[in-house]
């Protein structure tokens, strides 16, 4: 039935019938300003092109037509007169628009528009001066400009016969031949070597085309120009191009469309007639379609692409091998081409009417089938609507009732559908908040202030819950006064989403409320989201900072390592130190890449927090973990510093006593110096285990760093436990802190000792171990990589496998109350996990534990240094006055003592702040100050401020009890100074002096 229906319409509409009488439109003024004469081939083939392309307007313009004649005339002078010209013959007349063809009628206008023609919008073509097609672009104007297209010709040319390897150059020595050879001379280097660009002499057409015959077979030419030879022989464009064909049987290319005539192949070509049509169909677009509401590319190239038929057929090419919008001339006379339309038009009209025939005898067939599509489109419609959850409402806004379908039932869970209701039943419905809102979006569609009809509002459940709910719709009908009368649309329950949104707004907050400095990047580091902890902190506006490189807002994440594992997509964490209102702080940095349900990384996300009192709490507790070691270690140094002292007592009694000859008592002397350097050196190794330090990793030699605690280790563990260090050789390094390692072996070994109450052994080994894929497989705690593992074992009663999942728990212990704190074996997980390792435990009841450490190794050199001071000789050092400041009568007498024999001259002071008013009288004569770290009143580092003041070269010797690590880290020396540690020798205090005294300059 719809087939019969469209073809009765279409019979009807193709009979002729009369044209109803309507009033003629205003007439359109239009000025065409033609920059040269009548018989100008150029601006002849623009104004065939325009006037053909508005001659269907012609009943409704005015065109008024300028020639110019500047081919002729071209001088300000000129310019000048034409001005007085169109302003006596315009100045009363308001032109809709202009049209400007060639470059001289565009400069003319852009000296003289606003006088003349002010306001009249002006279209051009057929410029070819870039620098006047910019400024008309600038002044407003807008159009076509000339772009020759060498390049796309010869790309064509070289597609179609694809074995050229040479194109032959027709350009003459005239101006625009010259031109034209330049554009090819740029262009060839881009061809080269595959194709020689070869330029032919112009001097006759007999010496054309022996130089033609000289080139390869496969050689085509590119027609640029050819006006005059050299023999001053002039051609019009088409006899020139006529000329070359005649000479040659080789394929000719152009540029221009006045080349292309019969025998040559064409190409993408500059077409003044095209030029022409083209503005033509811009302007009949802005005065009568009005579909140019915007304007036009300011200044757009025209890419015309002409050829001859025959030169095509020549040479075997195709029509589907040019490019779309080729138009083809000079095509022989066809009747089918010439009468297509109509021949078409005869052919359809008789199958229609033969198909009315057939068409009205299978009309009932037809129109049974049509309702039984509608039926089953119906029946889709149904399921798409369902499938989409989605229902209808149908609003009739004159008796204010809607009727919904797939509502009630489907969407809010009623046992069916209800009927229509009115608009206060419906307002029952919805919660009472939302119904201002949407009663306000219905009446600004209603009146025409909204396209559609929608708003999201909440609606009451069957189960009286409340649902989100979008209404979209717009008025689908109106009455005889346009007044709406319909609205028809759609609602969708949004609940889900309204949840999500809803959880992303409590995710947002949260990130918002976060005492974490956050911020999430995209993968280029470009910041699009802060919190404001992250603002805060960085002392930056989060709307200023969106599409900023975090690296430049906060330099502490422009590290390399983070960076190189989040191009890995692996996650990252590290400590970094900052200065924060001048204060520093340490901040534990994280960055993790974001990836959706694919898998692909979309964004990173960047935190960071202040870990400062954290830290200061680790090293807390790393020291009180270190004084329960010392606690231990204190039995087994008792027993060897009393066995020293028994050895300093008994020679110091007999030779008091006077017992024995002179060699007798330089014996005994000689074994008392001995006990005290190995009581100083018991003393040393114990400061320098239990003093407090800030981490400092460098590559250190595991196996000198575990020798270095064995001396302590055997005095804690006790004669009946043995303990072997069994060494590889030539370990690689690792990068660790020393005291650290020194905790870790203590630790283990103290733990080691209390499983063997009754002696045993404890084997300490080193090794470096390279687990592969297949070991990482079969022990899901271990990792590929290179590794130096650290193994303590003991004989001791081992462990029960539920005693082993806890032992590295904070606090946990298995032994009596008050003989253990259960965090040594906690600290030597954090202490392992610090420094990137792994830890393992084997351990069986009666059969020993052993604790494998694997620390990462390093190709790194220990570049841990010491100070190297240069030393000097004693004797070379002249007389000097020394200030002692010492509050310990016994050591201030030795000092006095041992420095007056040297010869020095010395002034005493029995705290800081005596020696500080002591130097205050005496600063003239004093060379050098030597000063007790710990005094009291005043000290020894509190004097040198003062008296550093007085004088800021005064030379200073600073001495204590205490390790001069622990010193320097508390800031007690932080400032230069020489620093000499109890107990030293006599000779070590020369040295030093001398050092001092020679550095200063006071020899």
């Known amino acids: 039935m719809r087939h019969l229906c469209f073809l009765i319409i279409l019979l009807v509409t193709i009979t002729p019938c009369h044209a109803m009488g309507a009033d003629h439109p205003v007439r359109q003024r239009l000025l065409v300003l033609n920059s040269y004469h009548p018989g100008y081939a150029w601006s002849d083939s623009i104004m065939d092109g325009l006037f053909s392309s508005l001659e269907p307007n012609e009943d409704k313009l005015n065109i008024y037509l300028e020639y110019m004649d500047t081919k002729h005339h071209n001088s300000d002078i000129y310019f000048e007169k034409l001005r007085s010209l169109y302003y006596h013959k315009y100045h009363d007349l308001h032109f809709d628009l202009i049209a400007a063809c060639d470059d001289n009628a565009v400069n003319f206008l852009l000296r003289y528009k606003n006088d003349l023609f002010p306001g009249t919008p002006v279209f051009f073509c057929g410029i070819n001066d870039a620098h006047t097609m910019g400024k008309a672009v600038h002044m407003g104007m807008q159009g076509i400009y000339e772009e020759w297209r060498d390049k796309e010709t010869i790309d064509l040319a070289l597609k179609l016969f694809p074995q050229t390897r040479t194109v032959a150059v027709i350009a003459d020595q005239t101006a625009t031949g010259k031109a034209g050879a330049h554009r090819i001379h740029q262009l060839a280097t881009s061809y080269a070597p595959e194709v020689e660009f070869v330029f032919i002499p112009t001097k006759n057409i007999a010496h054309i085309q022996q130089s033609l015959a000289a080139l390869p077979l496969n050689t085509i030419i590119l027609f640029v120009h050819l006006f005059r030879t050299e023999d001053?022989?002039?051609?019009?464009?088409?006899?020139?191009?006529?000329?070359?064909?005649?000479?040659?049987?080789?394929?000719?290319?152009?540029?221009?469309?006045?080349?292309?005539?019969?025998?040559?192949?064409?190409?993408?070509?500059?077409?003044?007639?095209?030029?022409?049509?083209?503005?033509?169909?811009?302007?009949?677009?802005?005065l009568f379609d009005h579909s140019l509401k915007t304007p036009i590319d300011h200044a757009m190239p025209?890419?015309?692409?002409?050829?001859?038929?025959?030169?095509?057929?020549?040479?075997?090419?195709?029509?589907?091998?040019?490019?779309?919008?080729?138009?083809?001339?000079?095509?022989?006379?066809?009747?089918?081409?010439?009468?297509?339309?109509?021949?078409?038009?005869?052919?359809?009209?008789?199958?229609?009417?033969?198909?009315?025939?057939?068409?009205?005898?299978?009309?009932?067939?037809?129109?049974?089938?049509?309702?039984?599509?509608?039926?089953?489109?119906?029946?889709?419609?149904?399921?798409?609507?369902?499938?989409?959850?989605?229902?209808?409402?149908?609003?009739?806004?004159?008796?204010?009732?809607?009727?919904?379908?797939?509502?009630?039932k489907d969407i809010l869970g009623y046992p069916r559908e209800l009927g229509s209701l009115t608009l206060e039943q419906w307002h029952q419905h919805v919660h009472p908040e939302d119904i201002p809102l949407l009663e306000t979006t219905r009446k600004n569609h209603l009146q025409g202030k909204s396209p559609y009809y929608e708003q999201e509002f909440r609606v009451r459940r069957a189960d009286m819950t409340w649902c989100w709910l979008i209404v979209r719709g717009r008025i689908m009908a109106r009455d005889h006064t346009g007044a709406p009368r319909q609205i028809t649309g759609t609602l969708r329950d949004i609940t889900p989403r309204k949840k999500g949104e809803q959880a992303q707004q409590r995710l947002v907050a949260a990130l918002?409320?976060?005492?974490?400095?956050?911020?999430?990047?995209?993968?280029?580091?470009?910041?699009?989201?802060?919190?404001?902890?992250?603002?805060?902190?960085?002392?930056?506006?989060?709307?200023?900072?969106?599409?900023?490189?975090?690296r430049d807002i906060a330099p502490l994440f422009n590290l390399e390592p983070m960076w190189d594992n989040l191009n890995k997509d692996k996650h990252w964490r590290g400590r970094?130190?900052?200065?924060?209102?001048?204060?520093?702080?340490?901040?534990?940095?994280?960055?993790?890449?974001?990836?959706?349900?694919?898998?692909?990384?979309?964004?990173?996300i960047f935190s960071h927090r202040d870990i400062t009192r954290e830290i200061k709490l680790e090293v807390q507790l790393r020291q009180a973990q270190k004084m329960e070691a010392v606690g231990q270690l204190a039995g087994g140094i008792a027993h060897d510093f009393n066995n020293l002292l028994q050895v300093i007592l008994g020679y110091t009694s007999k030779i008091i006593n006077n017992h024995g000859t002179v060699a007798d008592n330089r014996s005994r002397l000689e074994k008392i110096t001995d006990a005290s350097q190995k009581a100083a050196h018991l003393i040393k190794q114990l400061l320098i285990f239990s003093r407090r330090e800030m981490i400092a990793r460098h590559p250190i030699d595991a196996n000198k760093t575990i020798q270095d605690v064995l001396g302590l280790l055997k005095r804690t563990i006790g004669e009946q436990i043995t303990i072997n260090f069994t060494p590889t050789p030539s370990v690689p390094l690792i990068k660790a802190d020393t005291n650290q390692i020194h905790q870790i072996i203590m630790n283990l070994c103290v733990n080691a000792r209390d499983a063997m109450p009754q002696g045993g052994t404890i084997n300490i080994t080193t090794a470096l171990v390279s687990p592969d894929a297949a070991f990482v497989r079969d022990h899901p705690w271990s990792r590929p990589g290179d590794f130096v593992c650290i193994e303590v074992g003991d004989s001791g009663t081992g462990m029960q496998p539920e005693t082993r999942e806890h032992i590295f728990e904070p606090f946990f212990t298995t032994k009596?109350?008050?003989?253990?704190?259960?965090?040594?074996?906690?600290?030597?997980?954090?202490?392992?996990?610090?420094?990137?390792?792994?830890?393992?435990?084997?351990?069986?009841?009666?059969?020993?534990?052993?604790?494998?450490?694997?620390l990462p190794a390093t190709s790194a050199n220990n570049q841990h240094q010491t100070t190297e001071y240069k030393i000097t000789s004693v004797s070379a050092i002249r007389s000097a006055t020394i200030l002692v400041a010492e509050d310990d009568d016994m050591v201030r007498s030795l000092t006095l003592e041992v420095l007056t024999d040297a010869g020095y001259t010395l002034l005493e002071a029995t705290n800081g702040a005596e020696a500080v008013e002591l130097f205050k009288r005496n600063q003239d004569m004093i060379d050098l100050l030597l000063l007790d770290v710990i005094m009291p009143e005043m000290t020894g580092h509190q004097a040198w401020k003062k008296i550093h003041e007085l004088r800021p070269d005064i030379p200073t010797i600073f001495c204590s009890g205490y390790s001069f690590n622990e010193l320097r880290e508390t800031t007690l020396l932080t400032e230069k100074g020489w620093l000499i540690q109890k107990p030293y020798s006599p000779d070590q205090l020369m040295q030093t002096i001398a050092n001092a005294l020679t550095s200063s300059g006071n020899e």
């Not at 191009?241 to 070509?269: E, L, N, Q, R």
């Not at 900052?578 to 974001?594: F, Q, Y």
């Not at 202490?831 to 059969?847: A, E, F, L, R, T």
Request: hydrophobic share 40%; glycine share 8%; proline share 3%.
């Open 232 to 286: 001053n022989k002039w051609y019009s464009y088409k006899q020139g191009a006529a000329a070359i064909k005649a000479i040659t049987d080789k394929p000719i290319f152009t540029v221009s469309d006045f080349s292309v005539v019969p025998g040559v192949v064409g190409g993408h070509v500059i077409s003044g007639y095209h030029q022409g049509k083209t503005l033509g169909n811009i302007i009949k677009a802005s």
């Open 302 to 408: 025209l890419d015309t692409k002409i050829f001859d038929y025959h030169g095509l057929q020549r040479f075997g090419i195709d029509l589907s091998q040019l490019p779309a919008g080729s138009v083809i001339i000079n095509k022989p006379f066809s009747f089918y081409d010439t009468y297509k339309v109509w021949i078409w038009i005869t052919i359809v009209f008789i199958s229609l009417e033969t198909l009315l025939i057939v068409l009205f005898a299978l009309n009932r067939r037809h129109l049974k089938k049509a309702q039984q599509e509608v039926l089953e489109t119906n029946q889709r419609l149904d399921l798409a609507i369902k499938g989409t959850e989605q229902a209808l409402f149908h609003w009739d806004v004159g008796d204010d009732t809607i009727a919904f379908k797939y509502f009630w």
């Open 512 to 550: 918002e409320q976060s005492e974490e400095a956050m911020a999430i990047c995209d993968t280029r580091g470009m910041i699009f989201f802060i919190n404001q902890t992250f603002a805060d902190f960085h002392q930056v506006v989060p709307e200023h900072v969106r599409s900023t490189s975090i």
């Open 576 to 604: 970094t130190k900052h200065t924060r209102d001048n204060a520093p702080c340490d901040l534990e940095v994280k960055a993790s890449p974001i990836k959706d349900a694919h898998g692909k990384t979309t964004c990173y």
């Open 816 to 854: 009596e109350t008050g003989k253990g704190t259960g965090l040594g074996l906690a600290t030597v997980y954090g202490i392992v996990k610090s420094h990137n390792g792994m830890i393992h435990v084997k351990s069986h009841p009666g059969q020993g534990t052993t604790f494998q450490i694997f």
